[in-house]
């Protein structure tokens, strides 16, 4: 099963994060992030987002937001308070979803890593909820980051290429 989630990840990524071309009229944005995650480790995190919002005829009638992300968070279980960081790349659409990332886990004496592919669900790439599973490669599972979660976040957009975006009023390149 777990093979199955992660080939289908793949080739969700591929196909979606494909999108585009470099005549595109995308409009650049940088923006913040929040989200929390639960799973046997629950951790709460912020970060930066820098990527592109879609204008509606390139996603076939859709708006779309593909970035690149890095997160640094706090979390916790029964036993252990840990500082958690993630990098990875998304691409959300009006509903649909997908994003993979790289997590660490630490206490600052130990480290957990592992590799997160998520789907789930957007509204207008701003909210979402997400479902992936936790591949470790550590070899450890030291802190209970391994397996099933449910991510809950939030996307917002700060700056887009011509200025901030509520002076931008909606419009992408001029």
Request: charged share 15%.
């Amino acid at each position: 099963m777990k093979t199955f989630i992660l080939i289908f990840f793949i080739k969700f990524s591929v196909t979606a994060f494909g999108q585009g071309n470099k005549d595109s009229t995308s409009t650049r944005a940088v923006g913040v992030r929040l989200s929390y995650t639960y799973s046997k480790l629950q951790f709460i995190d912020g970060g930066i987002c820098i990527g592109k919002i879609i204008p509606v005829r390139e996603m076939i009638g859709i708006i779309g937001y593909r970035d690149a992300f890095a997160n640094i968070g706090y979390g916790w279980t029964k036993n252990n308070t840990v500082m958690t960081a993630k990098v990875g790349y998304e691409f959300m659409t009006l509903l649909p979803g997908a994003r993979i990332s790289l997590l660490n886990v630490t206490d600052f004496k130990r480290n957990q890593i592992g590799v997160l592919p998520e789907i789930g669900l957007s509204y207008n790439s701003i909210f979402y909820v997400m479902y992936g599973y936790n591949f470790n490669l550590s070899g450890h599972n030291i802190f209970n980051a391994k397996g099933h979660q449910i991510n809950l976040g939030l996307n917002f957009p700060l700056f887009v290429e011509n200025g901030f975006i509520w002076n931008n009023k909606g419009k992408g390149k001029q």
